[in-house]
Structure formats: C-alpha cells, structure tokens
Nanobody, 124 residues
Framework: QVRLVESGGGLVQTGGSLRLACAAS????????AAWFRQAPGKEREFVAT????????RYADSVKGRFITSRDNAKNMVYLQMNSLKPEDAAVYYC?????????????????WGQGTQVTVSS
C-alpha cells in the first residue's frame, strides 16, 4: 500500500511559479510510475504530467507543455511538479498518483494510489 501526500500549493499571481511536492511511503517507490492530475470546480479530473519509474521519460498535457516540469527523486521517495508561467486556468486541486506500471499512463483509471490533493489558486 503506497501512501502519497502532496504539499506546496497556495496562492500565486498570474505568471508566477509554484513547486508542488509529493511524498510517497509504504512501498518501493521506484516500482511506480507517478503522475499529477488536477481538478477544478465543476470539471472532471484531468491529466497534467507523468514520469516513468526511473525518471527517464515524462509526458505532459498539451495545456501545460513548456511551462510545467515533473521530476522525481527515488532515493527520497519524492515527486515534484515545477509550475511556471501560471495562468488562471491552472487553478485547481492538484493530485499526485502512482501506478505499478512501466509505461506512462495518462488516465486516472490507470492509477492505483492517490494523494489527498493540494489547492493551487492563481489570481489574475
């Protein structure tokens, strides 16, 4: 059983940056692909970014490509999401997720473990 805890959310102005962190425990974390999803009020949860087990590959949603970077430190059981050039439409609750897979899944149903989420608010 993997437990995930996100941190780093908050209020930022348009054009600003935030770095989210996800701490994993309870499993051998380098056996898991990790991802970030987000959900805004009244909208479905949507894929943001994913990173392969060893960190060698990543995939991003078109809406964040070139602005967000995901990385991981398996020695520390951590995953990060660096968010730059934030826009009001990036405001949402951001969730960390993990899946015992070799590939880079982009749908929520493919992930087995979820954090509780961290709120990101972007003021215009």
């Amino acid at each position: 059983q993997v437990r995930l805890v996100e941190s780093g959310g908050g209020l930022v102005q348009t054009g600003g940056s935030l770095r989210l962190a996800c701490a994993a425990s309870g499993g051998w974390f380098n056996n898991y692909a990790a991802a970030w999803f987000r959900q805004a009020p009244g909208k479905e949860r949507e894929f943001v970014a994913t990173i392969r087990r060893g960190g060698s590959s990543t995939r991003y949603a078109d809406s964040v490509k070139g602005r967000f970077i995901t990385s991981r430190d398996n020695a520390k059981n951590m995953v990060y999401l660096q968010m730059n050039s934030l826009k009001p439409e990036d405001a949402a609750v951001y969730y960390c997720a993990a899946a015992s897979r070799w590939d880079l899944p982009t749908t929520a149903a493919q992930y087995d473990y979820w954090g509780q989420g961290t709120q990101v608010t972007v003021s215009s």
